[in-house]
């Protein structure tokens, strides 16, 4: 049996209204009231990062800093959100402290609808302990299966049919058809995509069969060579450009690379390079960003330049989920680009010039959220 948090305040926009809105430009009279949505699994994220090596065999080692997060898909519905898009996250929280920490960090600090979330009793969080060092991280998680919603496919409830949106993002399983996505897409709901490692080594294309729904795929340079049986990740974006619309590959430090199979057009940026502190949720910040411009109707090549400028400020804060950038960080970041390129303007200041139109001339939202050691602390006395 579970339930939902009906009683709870209005969430999303209601509840914690977006200083900058990037969609003004676009939005009329009877648009969807929801700009995306999404469903999948909420962690309780732990990151110990400042590790000087990775864990070895018999030891202890020990961490400089540490933080705790909502995780899973709350990494990319807190990217969402904070990037002013009016986001719906239909999922399962654990009926314990960690659930309720993660329903309340969500919906109250990030104002994101939980409206078609359910917490389920008796069922722990699922948890995620990542360690950071080396510019990579790796990974240990504990959790099982949440048990089907009483209201599966009702046509009302997640993971039936969701609710009208300008967008939903799918993680595509290997194999699995997603039934909603294409009860989503018959709606007008635009389908961004991302896949998970094929752990049987198969890589068959068909098992991508929900491409046939989606507007854009984004999957990394391994997993697009893979699918394509391509050795070069330009080559596998173009072929996927074959089965759907927009194909964006991530090319790691290298940026990422994009083709229009509708058009022909093609794009490239490279990444900015900062020093990480930990990549948690990168992947899922740069789809945010992405999804982000796509909605506002930029061009492809600014659509790539933000997704990686996204990604490139979440790696330099702790956590997945909390470590995503707003507007605030965007706009200090432009701000000291063009100081230090005010004299001659460099690669930089001619790549993301397009930020001029998008961010006011005056911006002071409330500081995000952070990731901390521990939750739960009493009240003072």
Not at 105 to 113: C, K, R, T, V, Y
Request: proline share 8%; aromatic share 8%.
């Amino acid at each position: 049996m579970s339930s939902r948090r009906d009683d709870l305040p209005p969430a999303g926009a209601a509840a914690v209204p977006a200083a900058l809105d990037p969609l003004a430009g676009v939005r009329a009279d009877g648009d969807p009231r929801t700009d995306v949505y999404l469903t999948g699994s909420v962690f309780l994220d732990i990151i110990f990062t400042g590790l000087d090596s990775a864990p070895v065999r018999g030891t202890e080692s020990w961490a400089r800093g540490m933080g705790s997060s909502p995780g899973g898909v709350a990494n990319m519905a807190t990217a969402l959100a904070r990037l002013g898009l009016r986001t719906s996250l239909a999922a399962a929280f654990g009926d314990d402290h960690y659930g309720e920490y993660c329903w309340e960090a969500l919906e109250q600090g990030e104002g994101i609808d939980l409206a078609l979330s359910r917490t389920v009793p008796g069922w722990h969080s699922p948890v995620t302990v990542s360690m950071a060092y080396e510019g990579e991280r790796t990974m240990v998680s504990h959790g099982h299966e949440a048990p089907p919603p009483d209201f599966a496919f009702d046509g009302k409830h997640a993971p039936g049919c969701p609710p009208p949106s300008r967008a939903c993002i799918a993680s595509l399983v290997p194999g699995r058809r997603e039934a909603w996505l294409g009860c989503a897409a018959g709606r007008g709901s635009r389908i961004f995509a991302d896949v998970g490692w094929d752990d049987s080594g198969r890589w068959d294309p068909a098992d991508l069969a929900d491409l046939e729904h989606c507007e854009a795929f984004l999957p990394n340079a391994e997993e697009a060579m893979r699918y394509t049986r391509t050795d070069c990740p330009r080559a596998a974006a173009r072929k996927l450009a074959d089965r759907v619309p927009l194909a964006v590959v991530t090319l790691g430090s290298q940026g990422a690379y994009a083709v229009d199979g509708r058009t022909g057009e093609s794009a490239e940026v490279p990444a900015i390079a900062v020093e990480a502190l930990d990549p948690t949720g990168a992947g899922d910040v740069f789809v945010a960003g992405f999804v982000t411009g796509t909605l506002a109707d930029w061009p492809l090549t600014d659509r790539l330049a933000f997704a990686g400028l996204s990604a490139a400020l979440s790696v330099q804060e702790f956590g997945g989920s909390l470590s995503a950038p707003g507007w605030a960080e965007i706009a200090a970041w432009w701000q000291q680009v063009r100081a230090y390129e005010a004299g001659a303007p460099g690669v930089l200041r001619r790549q993301y010039a397009f930020l001029d139109e998008v961010l006011p001339a005056a911006y002071r939202p409330a500081p995000l959220a952070r990731a901390v050691p521990t939750i739960g602390f009493r009240p003072p006395a």
